[in-house]
């Protein structure tokens, strides 16, 4: 299968400060991406829909002044976590669709002390 | 509106048992089915999926599932459990019309006792 390569696998800050992640298609060209946040023990929750070259769409309730997402090439997505509280702590998986199919990235926890 | 069932927070299973992890959907047209395996700390794993065809879907690590049109289910299964199957199983579901997103259970963590 299609292989969706994210970096950092895990990232400790201080509140306030701001973390970047990404998420790269290693073996396909994506035009879309997506984002999710899993909480412990739940469910992904779908968090945007990221789309090369153009704005990313976010879901009901997403902040997309917290939650910056940059979709500069058809490899790459970067979710960026401005200001990050501790409430923003969790993981967060990003994945990208080929064909029907949809690839996850090994996800990258966060955790804002 | 799309959604997905996965009534069982956890299955247990002695190895080398058969297991079922189950799924029920709702979607508005047909349905785009999947099954994903989640370890600790890490992202989802692709095992199977069901778009047309047969009912019956194989997939990876000896996994199937069976698409059942009129209970709208889609459950998980294989005929003999590994120790190493032990991890979180979600099923998602999308419909074939338009850009439509994928929705995911809430997931069911599988645990096999040797």
């Known amino acids: 299968g299609a292989v969706v390569s994210q970096h950092p696998s895990r990232v400790i800050c201080k509140s306030g400060t701001s973390v970047k992640i990404e998420c790269r298609s290693l073996?396909?060209?994506?035009?879309?991406m997506f984002w999710y946040r899993q909480f412990p023990k739940q469910s992904l929750m779908l968090m945007a829909t990221s789309n090369e070259g153009s704005k990313a769409t976010y879901e009901q309730g997403v902040e997309k002044d917290k939650f910056l997402i940059n979709h500069a090439s058809l490899t790459l997505s970067t979710l960026t976590v401005t200001s990050a509280h501790p409430e923003d702590s969790s993981f967060y998986i990003c994945s990208a669709r080929v064909g029907n199919i949809q690839y996850f990235g090994a996800g990258t926890r966060l955790s804002v002390l | 509106a799309q959604s997905v069932a996965q009534p069982e927070d956890q299955v247990n299973v002695a190895e080398g048992n058969p297991l079922t992890v189950k799924c029920t959907y709702s979607?508005?047209?047909?349905?785009?089915l999947f099954w994903y395996v989640q370890y600790p700390n890490r992202g989802l794993q692709f095992l199977l999926k069901y778009i047309t065809g047969d009912n019956l879907v194989k997939g990876s690590y000896g996994f199937e599932a069976e698409f059942n049109k009129s209970q709208t289910s889609f459950h998980l299964k294989k005929p003999s459990a590994l120790v190493s199957d032990s991890a979180l199983y979600f099923c998602?579901?999308?419909?074939?019309?338009?850009?439509?997103?994928?929705?995911f259970g809430t997931g069911t963590r599988l645990l096999v006792s040797p």
């Open positions: 979607v508005s047209g047909n349905p785009y």
């Open positions: 998602a579901v999308r419909g074939d019309t338009g850009f439509q997103k994928l929705v």
């Open positions: 073996d396909f060209q994506a035009t879309t």
